[in-house]
């Protein structure tokens, strides 16, 4: 398992998965419907923006997947992944990727905590942050785009000095 940046030839992926309902769902959003090409300028200029790492999760060869760490402040970010094809989850690659991350962000970035959040039926991706040695720090209300519904989201935390 791999990670680097994106470039323009991961943009059908990411659209892909930016479509595909069941990824949308996790994320509590709707699966975007803007065409390709306006997919492509918005995926472009937000792969630029620097105040938004995003990487590309390679295995076996394929891109199988993306990562973000954003929202930097008090020395902290958040973290986001997503495995798009279903047949690769659950085989580790998110905790390897996870990882990665942290050490990145504690080590190159020179960060002092990683925040992540997760639907509180998500129990894959909390398995990845207690996995990756985060832990639950709180829970809030997130209202879905997907189907406009309320559901409970599970805050975690992974501090370098912990
Ligand atoms: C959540 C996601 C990123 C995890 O990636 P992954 O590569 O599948 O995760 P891993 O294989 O590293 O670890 C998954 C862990 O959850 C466990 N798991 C799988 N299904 C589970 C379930 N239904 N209940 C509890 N644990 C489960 C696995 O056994 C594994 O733990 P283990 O190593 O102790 O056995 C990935 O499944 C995904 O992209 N899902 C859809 C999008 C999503 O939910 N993104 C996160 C939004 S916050």
Redesign the pocket.
């Known amino acids: 398992m791999t990670l680097r940046p994106p470039n323009e030839s991961d943009v059908e992926a990411a659209y892909g998965w930016d479509k595909d309902p ?2 949308a769902a ?2 509590g959003r709707s699966p975007i419907s803007i065409s390709l090409s306006a997919a492509r300028r918005d995926y472009l200029s937000r792969w630029e923006d620097r105040s938004v790492k995003t990487f590309i999760i390679e295995a076996e060869g394929e891109s199988i ?1 993306m990562a973000t760490l954003y929202g930097f402040r008090q020395n902290g970010c958040e973290l ?4 798009g094809p279903k047949t ?9 990727a996870v990882d990665l991350l942290v050490e990145y962000a504690f080590g190159a970035l020179n960060l002092k905590l990683v925040r ?4 509180a039926h ?4 909390q ?2 942050f207690e ?1 990756c040695g985060f832990v639950e720090v709180g829970d809030g209300t997130l209202f879905s785009r997907y189907d406009n519904r309320r559901y409970t989201e599970l805050f975690y935390e992974r501090r370098r000095d912990a």
């Open positions: 069941e990824l996790w994320n997947g986001g992944i997503k495995i690769l989850r659950g085989r580790g690659f998110a905790s390897e992540g959040s997760t639907l998500n129990h894959r991706m398995r990845v996995k």
